[in-house]
Each structure stands twice: as C-alpha cells, then as structure tokens.
C-alpha cells in the first residue's frame, strides 16, 4: 500500500512529473505538472445533501504533534468515531471504532507485502482483511474474510486495483470466492486535481474513507459501478464529479450527481485544510 512499510507513514509520494493528459478525457493536451511536495492535511470535511447549505455530516480530523491522524469522528446522520495508536515507527498498530455506543478495535500486523487488520463483530465473529500490494508499493488487492464463532470461515470480499500511468485507480474488480470469475466491477475517469487526501497514511484512508477513493492521484471526474453474471454486464450507478479548485489545485469542494436507475441524487463535499 521491498520497502513496503515505508508508504504505509505517508501517502505517495512521486519523485517524478505527473502528466495530467494520462488521466484526462477532455482530449486536450496539459503541461506536465511537478508533485506538490509540501505535506497537507484535512482538517475537516462537510457533507450536504441537494443543496450546497443542507450540511447532513461533519467529519474532523485530528493530529498529534508528529502530524499523525489520532482521530476522525462523524457527526451528523452518523455518530461514529475512529482513534488510533502508532509504534515508535509510526506505523500504525490499533484502531477503534466506537458508532451508537459500540466499540469494535482493530489490530494491525505486517507480514512482508501485506497488512492485516483483524476485528472481532459484535456478534463475536472474526472479521479479516488483508492488503496487498504491487512492486510499486500501491495497495493493489483487499481480501476480507469472516470466520464465525463456530470456526467456520468465508470470503466476504475480493477487490483488484488497476492503476493508470499516474497512479489513479482505473478499475476496481470484485472477484467471487472461486478466485477468478468476476461479479461486478467499478471504471473510473480523472481530470487534474490534487487529491486532498494524498498525505493520509494509506491503510487508514482505504479503511475509514473509501467512498472518497482517496488513494488514488488524482479525485475522480466520473465513476460507474456495474455487476456481471451469466446474463451480462448491468450498469447499476453512475458518479459525476465537479470541483471546485484552490489556487494550489486541491479541491474546496465537489458536486456529486449519483445516478440510479434513471433517478439523480445531488450531494456536496466541502473539504477544509490544517492553515
């Protein structure tokens, strides 16, 4: 997500030019633009639902002295909140999720390519979920497993990462538990943007903040979600992003159009920096 662990502190971060053209369907031809290498941190993130000023959720984020995220807390239409420990290596070693008074911990442990994170339900059943990563460090495969309290274990979730030439995610397969057959995949497009969440420890942000797809370059312009099976391939739900750059090209906020079954939903991220 070899030198494995080191990406594991920071996100990505790329020594070498990105070239916006790579991942852009307008057609035109961009500068190549040098990485931002000042590190950013979100402070906190606003959600709102159809209109920019219905804010349903508040997310804050908070560090400790060493820039570490020590915890997220969702307020609003969830009562969430995660906070986590580090070793002396700044890895991270537990996190803890308590949501409506229940408390679930997470312990994560590193063995070569791979990070595993073990959490037990409330219903006592084991919960696993293994990250792999490609030669580049990118996390590129998450297995989730479920053993019950009787011993017997499942697969709940296997999830392939294609990459483009500048790190976005192009493709997320879902593979059923036989290990090859593919049962529903998710395509992305990108424009320049610079995404808020790139210097977000990778672990965390793939775990907490998925719906974002926050481990990618860029912050997608479109995503389309589809399911395979004997009968096809059905488009299920479309994304369409718009943003709304600063002068450094990190988002203060995007519209969101989602698309399901004709029906259109609007929603509003307005995300907010550490000065």
């Known amino acids: 997500m070899k030198c494995f662990f080191s990406f594991l502190i920071l996100a990505v ?12 369907n307008s057609g035109t031809n961009q500068e190549v633009v040098e990485p931002v290498l000042d590190v950013v941190g979100l402070s906190d993130i606003q959600i709102a639902a159809t209109t920019p000023s219905n804010v349903t959720d508040n997310i804050m984020i908070s560090y400790d002295q060493n820039k570490l995220i020590t915890n997220i807390t969702f307020n609003g239409n969830q009562d969430l909140n995660y906070s986590f420990d580090y070793a002396a290596n700044n890895r991270l070693e537990t996190a803890v999720k308590t949501e409506s008074n229940i408390t679930t911990t997470y312990n994560f442990s590193y063995v070569d390519d791979t990070v595993i994170i073990e959490s037990i339900e409330p219903s006592g059943d084991l919960r696993e979920r293994q990250l792999y990563t490609d030669t580049q460090n990118r996390i590129n495969r998450v297995v989730t497993r479920l053993t019950t309290t009787t011993g017997a274990t499942s697969q709940v979730e296997d999830l392939r990462y294609q990459y483009t030439a500048n790190f976005n995610v192009n493709r997320i397969n879902k593979i059923s ?3 090859f057959t593919i049962v529903g995949y998710s395509e992305f497009t990108y424009e320049f943007n610079n995404n808020p969440f790139r210097d977000m420890n990778d672990v965390l942000r793939i775990l907490i903040f998925p719906d974002f797809v ?6 997608p312009s479109s995503r389309m979600d589809y399911t395979s099976d004997s009968n096809g391939v059905t488009l299920d739900r479309t994304f369409n992003y718009e943003y709304t750059l600063q002068e450094d090209q990190f988002p203060s906020s995007r519209e969101i159009t989602t698309t399901t079954s004709g ?13």
Do not use: K, M, Q, V
């Not at 259109?264 to 920096?273: A, K, V, W």
């Open 13 to 24: 971060a790329f020594i070498s030019c990105d070239d916006p053209s790579l991942d852009s």
């Open 263 to 275: 029906a259109s939903e609007i929603s509003f991220e307005f995300f907010n920096y550490i000065p």
């Open 214 to 219: 926050p481990y990618t370059r860029y912050l």
């Open 177 to 179: 538990e036989n290990g």
